[in-house]
């Protein structure tokens, strides 16, 4: 279960951990400074959960106004839809409105490889090259390969897995 903490703005006052809007809305109403005066302002903070969640909380960028529809990711989103989120926003730069936009709108390629040169060894497994006979695989440059992929491609670690990916 993934717990965020509402800190205060209002040096004066404390601030609570939560695991839903229910509780958050509940502890937000009521707190209150040393003053007796509400609370209104929060800085959210994931504090805990799975680490793909985790990375998904940083891109996320969560705020009081977005936590909310980021426990409903958290809860609905597959692990696919979060790295495609993780890559597209924290490392390619699209643009996210968490009340419209889907996931499923990014245009990320993922492949779980550990590096370009193994990417590049997959693509001529898979033929993207070509059909290269058997016999001259051995002569083939991967090195070189993956270095031209690395104009379109790049290598990221995200929960502990290495990924190659690209942004359309």
């Known amino acids: 279960m993934t717990t965020l903490f509402a800190q205060p703005y209002d040096i004066c006052a404390a601030g609570f951990y939560f695991k839903s809007n229910d509780e958050f809305t509940a502890k937000a109403t009521a707190a209150t400074n040393d003053y007796g005066d509400p609370v209104e302002e929060f800085e959210i903070q994931f504090i805990d959960g799975a680490d793909i969640d985790c990375e998904l909380a940083r891109a996320w960028g969560l705020d009081q106004s977005t936590f909310?529809?980021?426990?409903?990711?958290?809860?609905?989103?597959?692990?696919?839809?979060?790295?495609?989120?993780?890559?597209?926003?924290g490392e390619c730069g699209y643009q996210f409105d968490p009340g419209r936009d889907d996931p499923e709108r990014f245009e990320v390629d993922i492949y779980h490889v550990d590096s370009l040169k193994e990417l590049a060894e997959q693509f001529v497994d898979e033929g993207l090259f070509g059909d290269i006979p058997e016999h001259?695989?051995?002569?083939?440059?991967?090195?070189?390969?993956?270095?031209?992929?690395?104009c379109d491609y790049a290598s990221t670690t995200i929960a502990g897995n290495r990924l190659a990916y690209r942004c359309a």
């Open 136 to 150: 001259l695989r051995n002569y083939l440059d991967y090195d070189a390969i993956a270095r031209d992929l690395a």
């Open 68 to 89: 909310s529809a980021f426990f409903e990711a958290v809860a609905n989103w597959d692990d696919h839809q979060k790295l495609s989120f993780i890559i597209a926003v």
